[in-house]
């Protein structure tokens, strides 16, 4: 199942994707690199050399697989907005109501009325400005050992 929303579709609706800057890789890095070259000034008893440069090695190699592997964000270009994702489920019966408020961008009352009961049988992966003016989602539901998904990526704009 293919969750990533198709290109034209962002390009449509003004919305591209910017890679996450990796600042805990990079703070990862620079701690390895200072536990390195504190075990290399350290005199005396090699025994207690080995542990930090070991713990030096790890840290710079979590900080690079890190940075290689640092998600991507949307953003609504005309407003420069980051598009915050989010998981939220319902009970099948509340499928009309969770469609109108996605349609007239009731955002809070949708979150409100989701579950964090991770069982039930419709799923909704929203991705919405923290303003509420533009956002896009999709609607999966349950068949037994995943979600498929009701239909295409939409988008919502508010009205000026």
Request: with cysteine; net charge neutral; charged share 20%.
């Amino acid at each position: 199942m293919n969750k990533e929303p198709n290109k034209t579709f962002l390009k449509e609706h003004n919305i591209s994707t910017r890679r996450n800057f990796p600042y805990t890789s990079l703070a990862c890095i620079a701690a390895g690199a200072i536990l390195f070259t504190t075990q290399l000034l350290l005199s005396g008893n090699e025994e207690n050399k080995m542990p930090l440069l070991l713990i030096a090695i790890l840290l710079v190699m979590i900080g690079i697989v890190k940075i290689f592997c640092s998600g991507q964000k949307y953003v609504y270009d005309k407003s420069n907005e980051t598009m915050n994702e989010e998981i939220l489920y319902f009970e099948y019966t509340q499928k009309e109501v969770v469609e109108n408020r996605l349609q007239n961008g009731e955002f809070a009352l949708l979150r409100n009325a989701a579950s964090n009961n991770l069982s039930l049988s419709l799923m909704v992966e929203l991705y919405a400005t923290k303003s509420g003016n533009a956002a896009m989602y999709r609607i999966y539901r349950y068949i037994p050992y995943e979600f498929e998904p009701l239909g295409e990526m939409q988008f919502y704009q508010k009205e000026k």
